[in-house]
């Protein structure tokens, strides 16, 4: 009687603890199972940085690009300049808003396909198009800090000699002699024009909705200046109006424009990035990209680009050197940009 009350309870215990076992074994597995089917950490950041990196389009590719170089320009170069630690700061957080911009954009677009355009959908896509204007605006500034970053000395006696060479005389002191105040306004107002050429162009294309057309315009000069830029750390030049100040009998007297232009220079102006010239360079690249996307659009804005292009050394911005340097890097902006704009993914999906 006894042992068969000892054998039922070690029985029953037996199949206590086999229940007990199976349950653990089975909340176990499913453990394990949800472990596997919950994303770890690094593949959730791993697949927000493909969504981010597929936002982006080849303007980004290149904009990216230039500030991961030139910082790395900096961090090597660093005993040169005075604030290495605060421009590679600038640099990343500038990095980072462009990175969150096209991020957000790209996700209101998603998001109008579902729900139609809204006002939020059409103020990202506005500061998703025209924000590269900014960046090319805050990259020419920052390049006034960047002139001794690999060579600390300028270089502008060997462009002096290099304009002598080729002309026979020093072209913005030979000039003076044709000085007029009315000449010499009506050159300040070309000169100004180089700020509405990407504009336009960029503009019209816009308008048109025609949006691989106005982003290969905008990869075209990121290309361009991109070049230029790197050139200008390298060989650092600081433009006649420094180099070669009193070479002249005075400063250009003119109207409305020749005093627009002195107050921007006094208040805008960076101190090198002379060669070769930005202006040159970005009004090239954009004129290319009117002779291809809009032909029409290039013969009206060839007068007033041969114009500017001699303004540039008439208001002793710029040599004679740095002109054909900026004509040179402003193609090969357009021919890399037209490359880069063939790969998979270069262009904006975007049929607004």
């Not at 009687?1 to 037996?14: F, L, S, T, V």
């Not at 605060?86 to 990095?95: D, I, K, P």
């Not at 960076?270 to 060669?275: P, S």
């Not at 040599?319 to 740095?322: A, C, I, N, S, T």
């Given at each position: 009687?006894?042992?068969?009350?000892?054998?039922?309870?070690?029985?029953?215990?037996?199949?206590?603890?086999?229940?007990s076992?199976?349950?653990f074994?089975?909340?176990?597995?499913?453990?394990r199972a949800?472990?596997n089917e919950?994303p770890q950490?690094?593949?959730?950041l791993?697949?927000?940085?493909?969504?981010?990196w597929?936002a982006?389009g080849?303007?980004?590719?290149l904009?990216?690009?230039?500030?991961?170089?030139?910082s790395?320009?900096?961090?090597?170069?660093?005993?040169n300049?005075?604030h290495?630690a605060?421009?590679?700061?600038?640099?990343?957080?500038?990095?980072m808003?462009?990175?969150t911009?096209t991020?957000?954009q790209?996700r209101?677009?998603a998001?109008s396909?579902a729900?139609g355009?809204s006002?939020?959908t059409q103020?990202w896509?506005?500061w998703?198009?025209?924000?590269?204007?900014l960046?090319?605006?805050?990259?020419?500034?920052e390049?006034?800090h960047?002139m001794?970053?690999?060579?600390?000395?300028?270089?502008?006696a060997?462009l002096?000699?290099a304009?002598?060479?080729?002309t026979?005389?020093?072209?913005?002191v030979w000039?003076?002699q044709?000085?007029t105040?009315f000449?010499?306004?009506?050159?300040q107002l070309?000169?100004?024009t180089?700020?509405t050429?990407?504009?336009?162009v960029?503009g019209?294309?816009y308008?048109?909705?025609d949006?691989?057309?106005?982003w290969?315009?905008?990869?075209?000069?990121?290309?361009?200046?991109?070049?230029?830029?790197?050139?200008a750390?390298?060989?650092?030049?600081?433009?006649?109006?420094?180099?070669m100040?009193?070479?002249?009998?005075?400063?250009?007297?003119?109207?409305p424009?020749?005093?627009?232009?002195?107050?921007?220079?006094?208040?805008?102006r960076?101190?090198?990035?002379?060669?070769p010239?930005a202006?040159?360079t970005?009004?090239t690249?954009?004129?290319?990209?009117?002779?291809?996307?809009?032909?029409?659009?290039?013969?009206?804005?060839?007068?007033l680009?041969?114009?500017?292009?001699?303004?540039?050394?008439?208001?002793?911005?710029h040599?004679?050197?740095?002109v054909?340097?900026g004509?040179?890097?402003?193609?090969?902006?357009?021919?890399i940009?037209s490359?880069?704009?063939k790969?998979?993914?270069?262009?904006?999906?975007d049929?607004r």
């Open positions: 009687m006894r042992d068969g009350k000892i054998r039922e309870w070690r029985e029953q215990a037996g199949e206590a603890a086999c229940v076992a199976g349950e074994h089975g909340r176990t597995a499913a453990l949800a472990r919950a950490w690094s593949q959730v791993k697949g927000e940085m493909e969504q981010v597929a982006c080849a303007f980004e590719w904009a990216l690009g230039y500030l991961g170089i030139s790395v320009l900096i961090a090597i170069f660093a005993e300049l005075a290495p605060e421009l590679l700061s600038v640099q990343a957080f500038v990095a808003i462009i990175v911009l991020w957000v790209a209101s677009a998001r396909e729900l355009v006002f939020s103020w896509h506005f998703r198009y025209w924000y590269p204007h960046f090319f605006l805050f990259c020419f500034e390049l006034g960047l001794t970053l690999v060579t600390p000395h300028w270089q502008d060997k002096i000699a304009d002598y060479w080729l026979g005389v020093h072209p913005s000039l003076e044709f000085a105040p000449r010499n306004d009506a050159m070309v000169y100004f180089y700020f050429y990407l504009l336009i960029g019209v294309l308008v048109r909705k949006w691989r057309a106005y290969s315009v905008m990869t075209y000069s990121m290309a361009g200046y991109m070049i230029g830029y790197f050139i750390m390298l060989f650092p030049i600081q433009s006649p109006w420094f180099a100040a009193g070479w002249w009998k005075g400063p250009l007297q003119g109207g424009f020749t005093a627009m232009m002195s107050f921007i220079e006094h208040y805008g960076v101190r090198g990035a002379a060669f010239s202006h040159v970005g009004a690249a954009a004129l290319w990209g009117a002779w291809k996307h809009r032909r029409w659009l290039f013969w009206t804005l060839l007068p680009y041969v114009g500017m292009c001699a303004s540039t050394v008439w208001g002793r911005y040599y004679f050197v740095d054909l340097g004509m040179i890097t402003g193609t090969l902006g357009y021919v940009g490359w880069v704009m790969r998979q993914g270069a262009a904006l999906n049929v």
